[in-house]
């Protein structure tokens, strides 16, 4: 005769076993568990456009405007009409992909350079093997509008030491340049986060010095896809 209470009880015990065993070796972990990589860009704006860098000359027939539009940005230590010129950039990205309980294990800013100058702003030669080429990325303090953005009316920067990175633009302009902003990103991103993020300056770390010619260009925001800058983030769960 069949034992059919024997047989429940058997068959539950089974399918207990399957959900369980099941479950250990095919559930996925919770997706706020999962270490992750982010590329960040500047998304395009209702009107098509892209917003979110600019470079200014300290020149007094240029201070009063902003090159937001051009396909490429300049950081530089110049001349204009025999008389001594800074150029600097600004740039922001949206940075709200990146969750308050997330490390950022390292974030590296990709640009595209372009070694030939920029379009007759600056000539060809753009540094002297002799000097080194050092480049200063310093956290922005103040908000900051494009429209609004000159040499004249610039936000304030964090004068604090460990809230600015200094990098070597070597001599040969490699196509590609990777900075490693995980330092100053962690201050304005993630679970460290202390500061609001206003973007970054990028300036000449000679401007204030006699010697020329200096200078890094690279393609903005408004270069084609492939060019434009973005940031590459690392991210790991902190629960």
Known sequence: MINYRKLVVLGIATLSYLMISGCEHHCC?????IERTLEIRQPLTKTGE???DAYL??????????????????????????????????LKLDL??????????SAILILHTKPNGSDNKVPDNVCKDSIPNYIQVCLV???????????????RISPL??????????????P?????????????????????????????????DSEFYQ????????????????????LVPNN
């Open 161 to 174: 030491p460990d809230e600015y990175l200094y990098f070597n633009i070597p001599s040969d302009f490699p």
């Open 57 to 90: 000359n300290s020149h007094v027939t240029l201070e009063n405007i902003n090159g937001r539009f051009d396909i490429h940005n300049i950081v530089a230590k110049w001349t204009r009409f025999g008389e001594p010129v800074s150029y600097r950039t600004y």
């Open 50 to 52: 892209v917003d979110g």
């Open 96 to 105: 709200s992909e990146i969750k308050d309980n997330e490390e950022i294990e």
């Open 215 to 234: 200078s890094f260009v690279f393609y903005s925001i408004n270069a084609a896809r492939e060019k434009q800058p973005y940031l590459k983030v690392r």
């Open 29 to 33: 972990p919770p997706a706020e568990n």
């Open 176 to 208: 590609i340049m990777r900075l490693d902003l995980t330092a100053l990103v962690k201050k304005i991103a993630g679970k460290d986060k202390k500061d609001e993020n206003n973007g970054f300056l990028f300036r000449m770390y000679t401007e204030g």
């Open 141 to 155: 303090e103040d908000s900051w509008d494009l429209e609004d953005l000159t040499w004249v009316h610039q936000p």
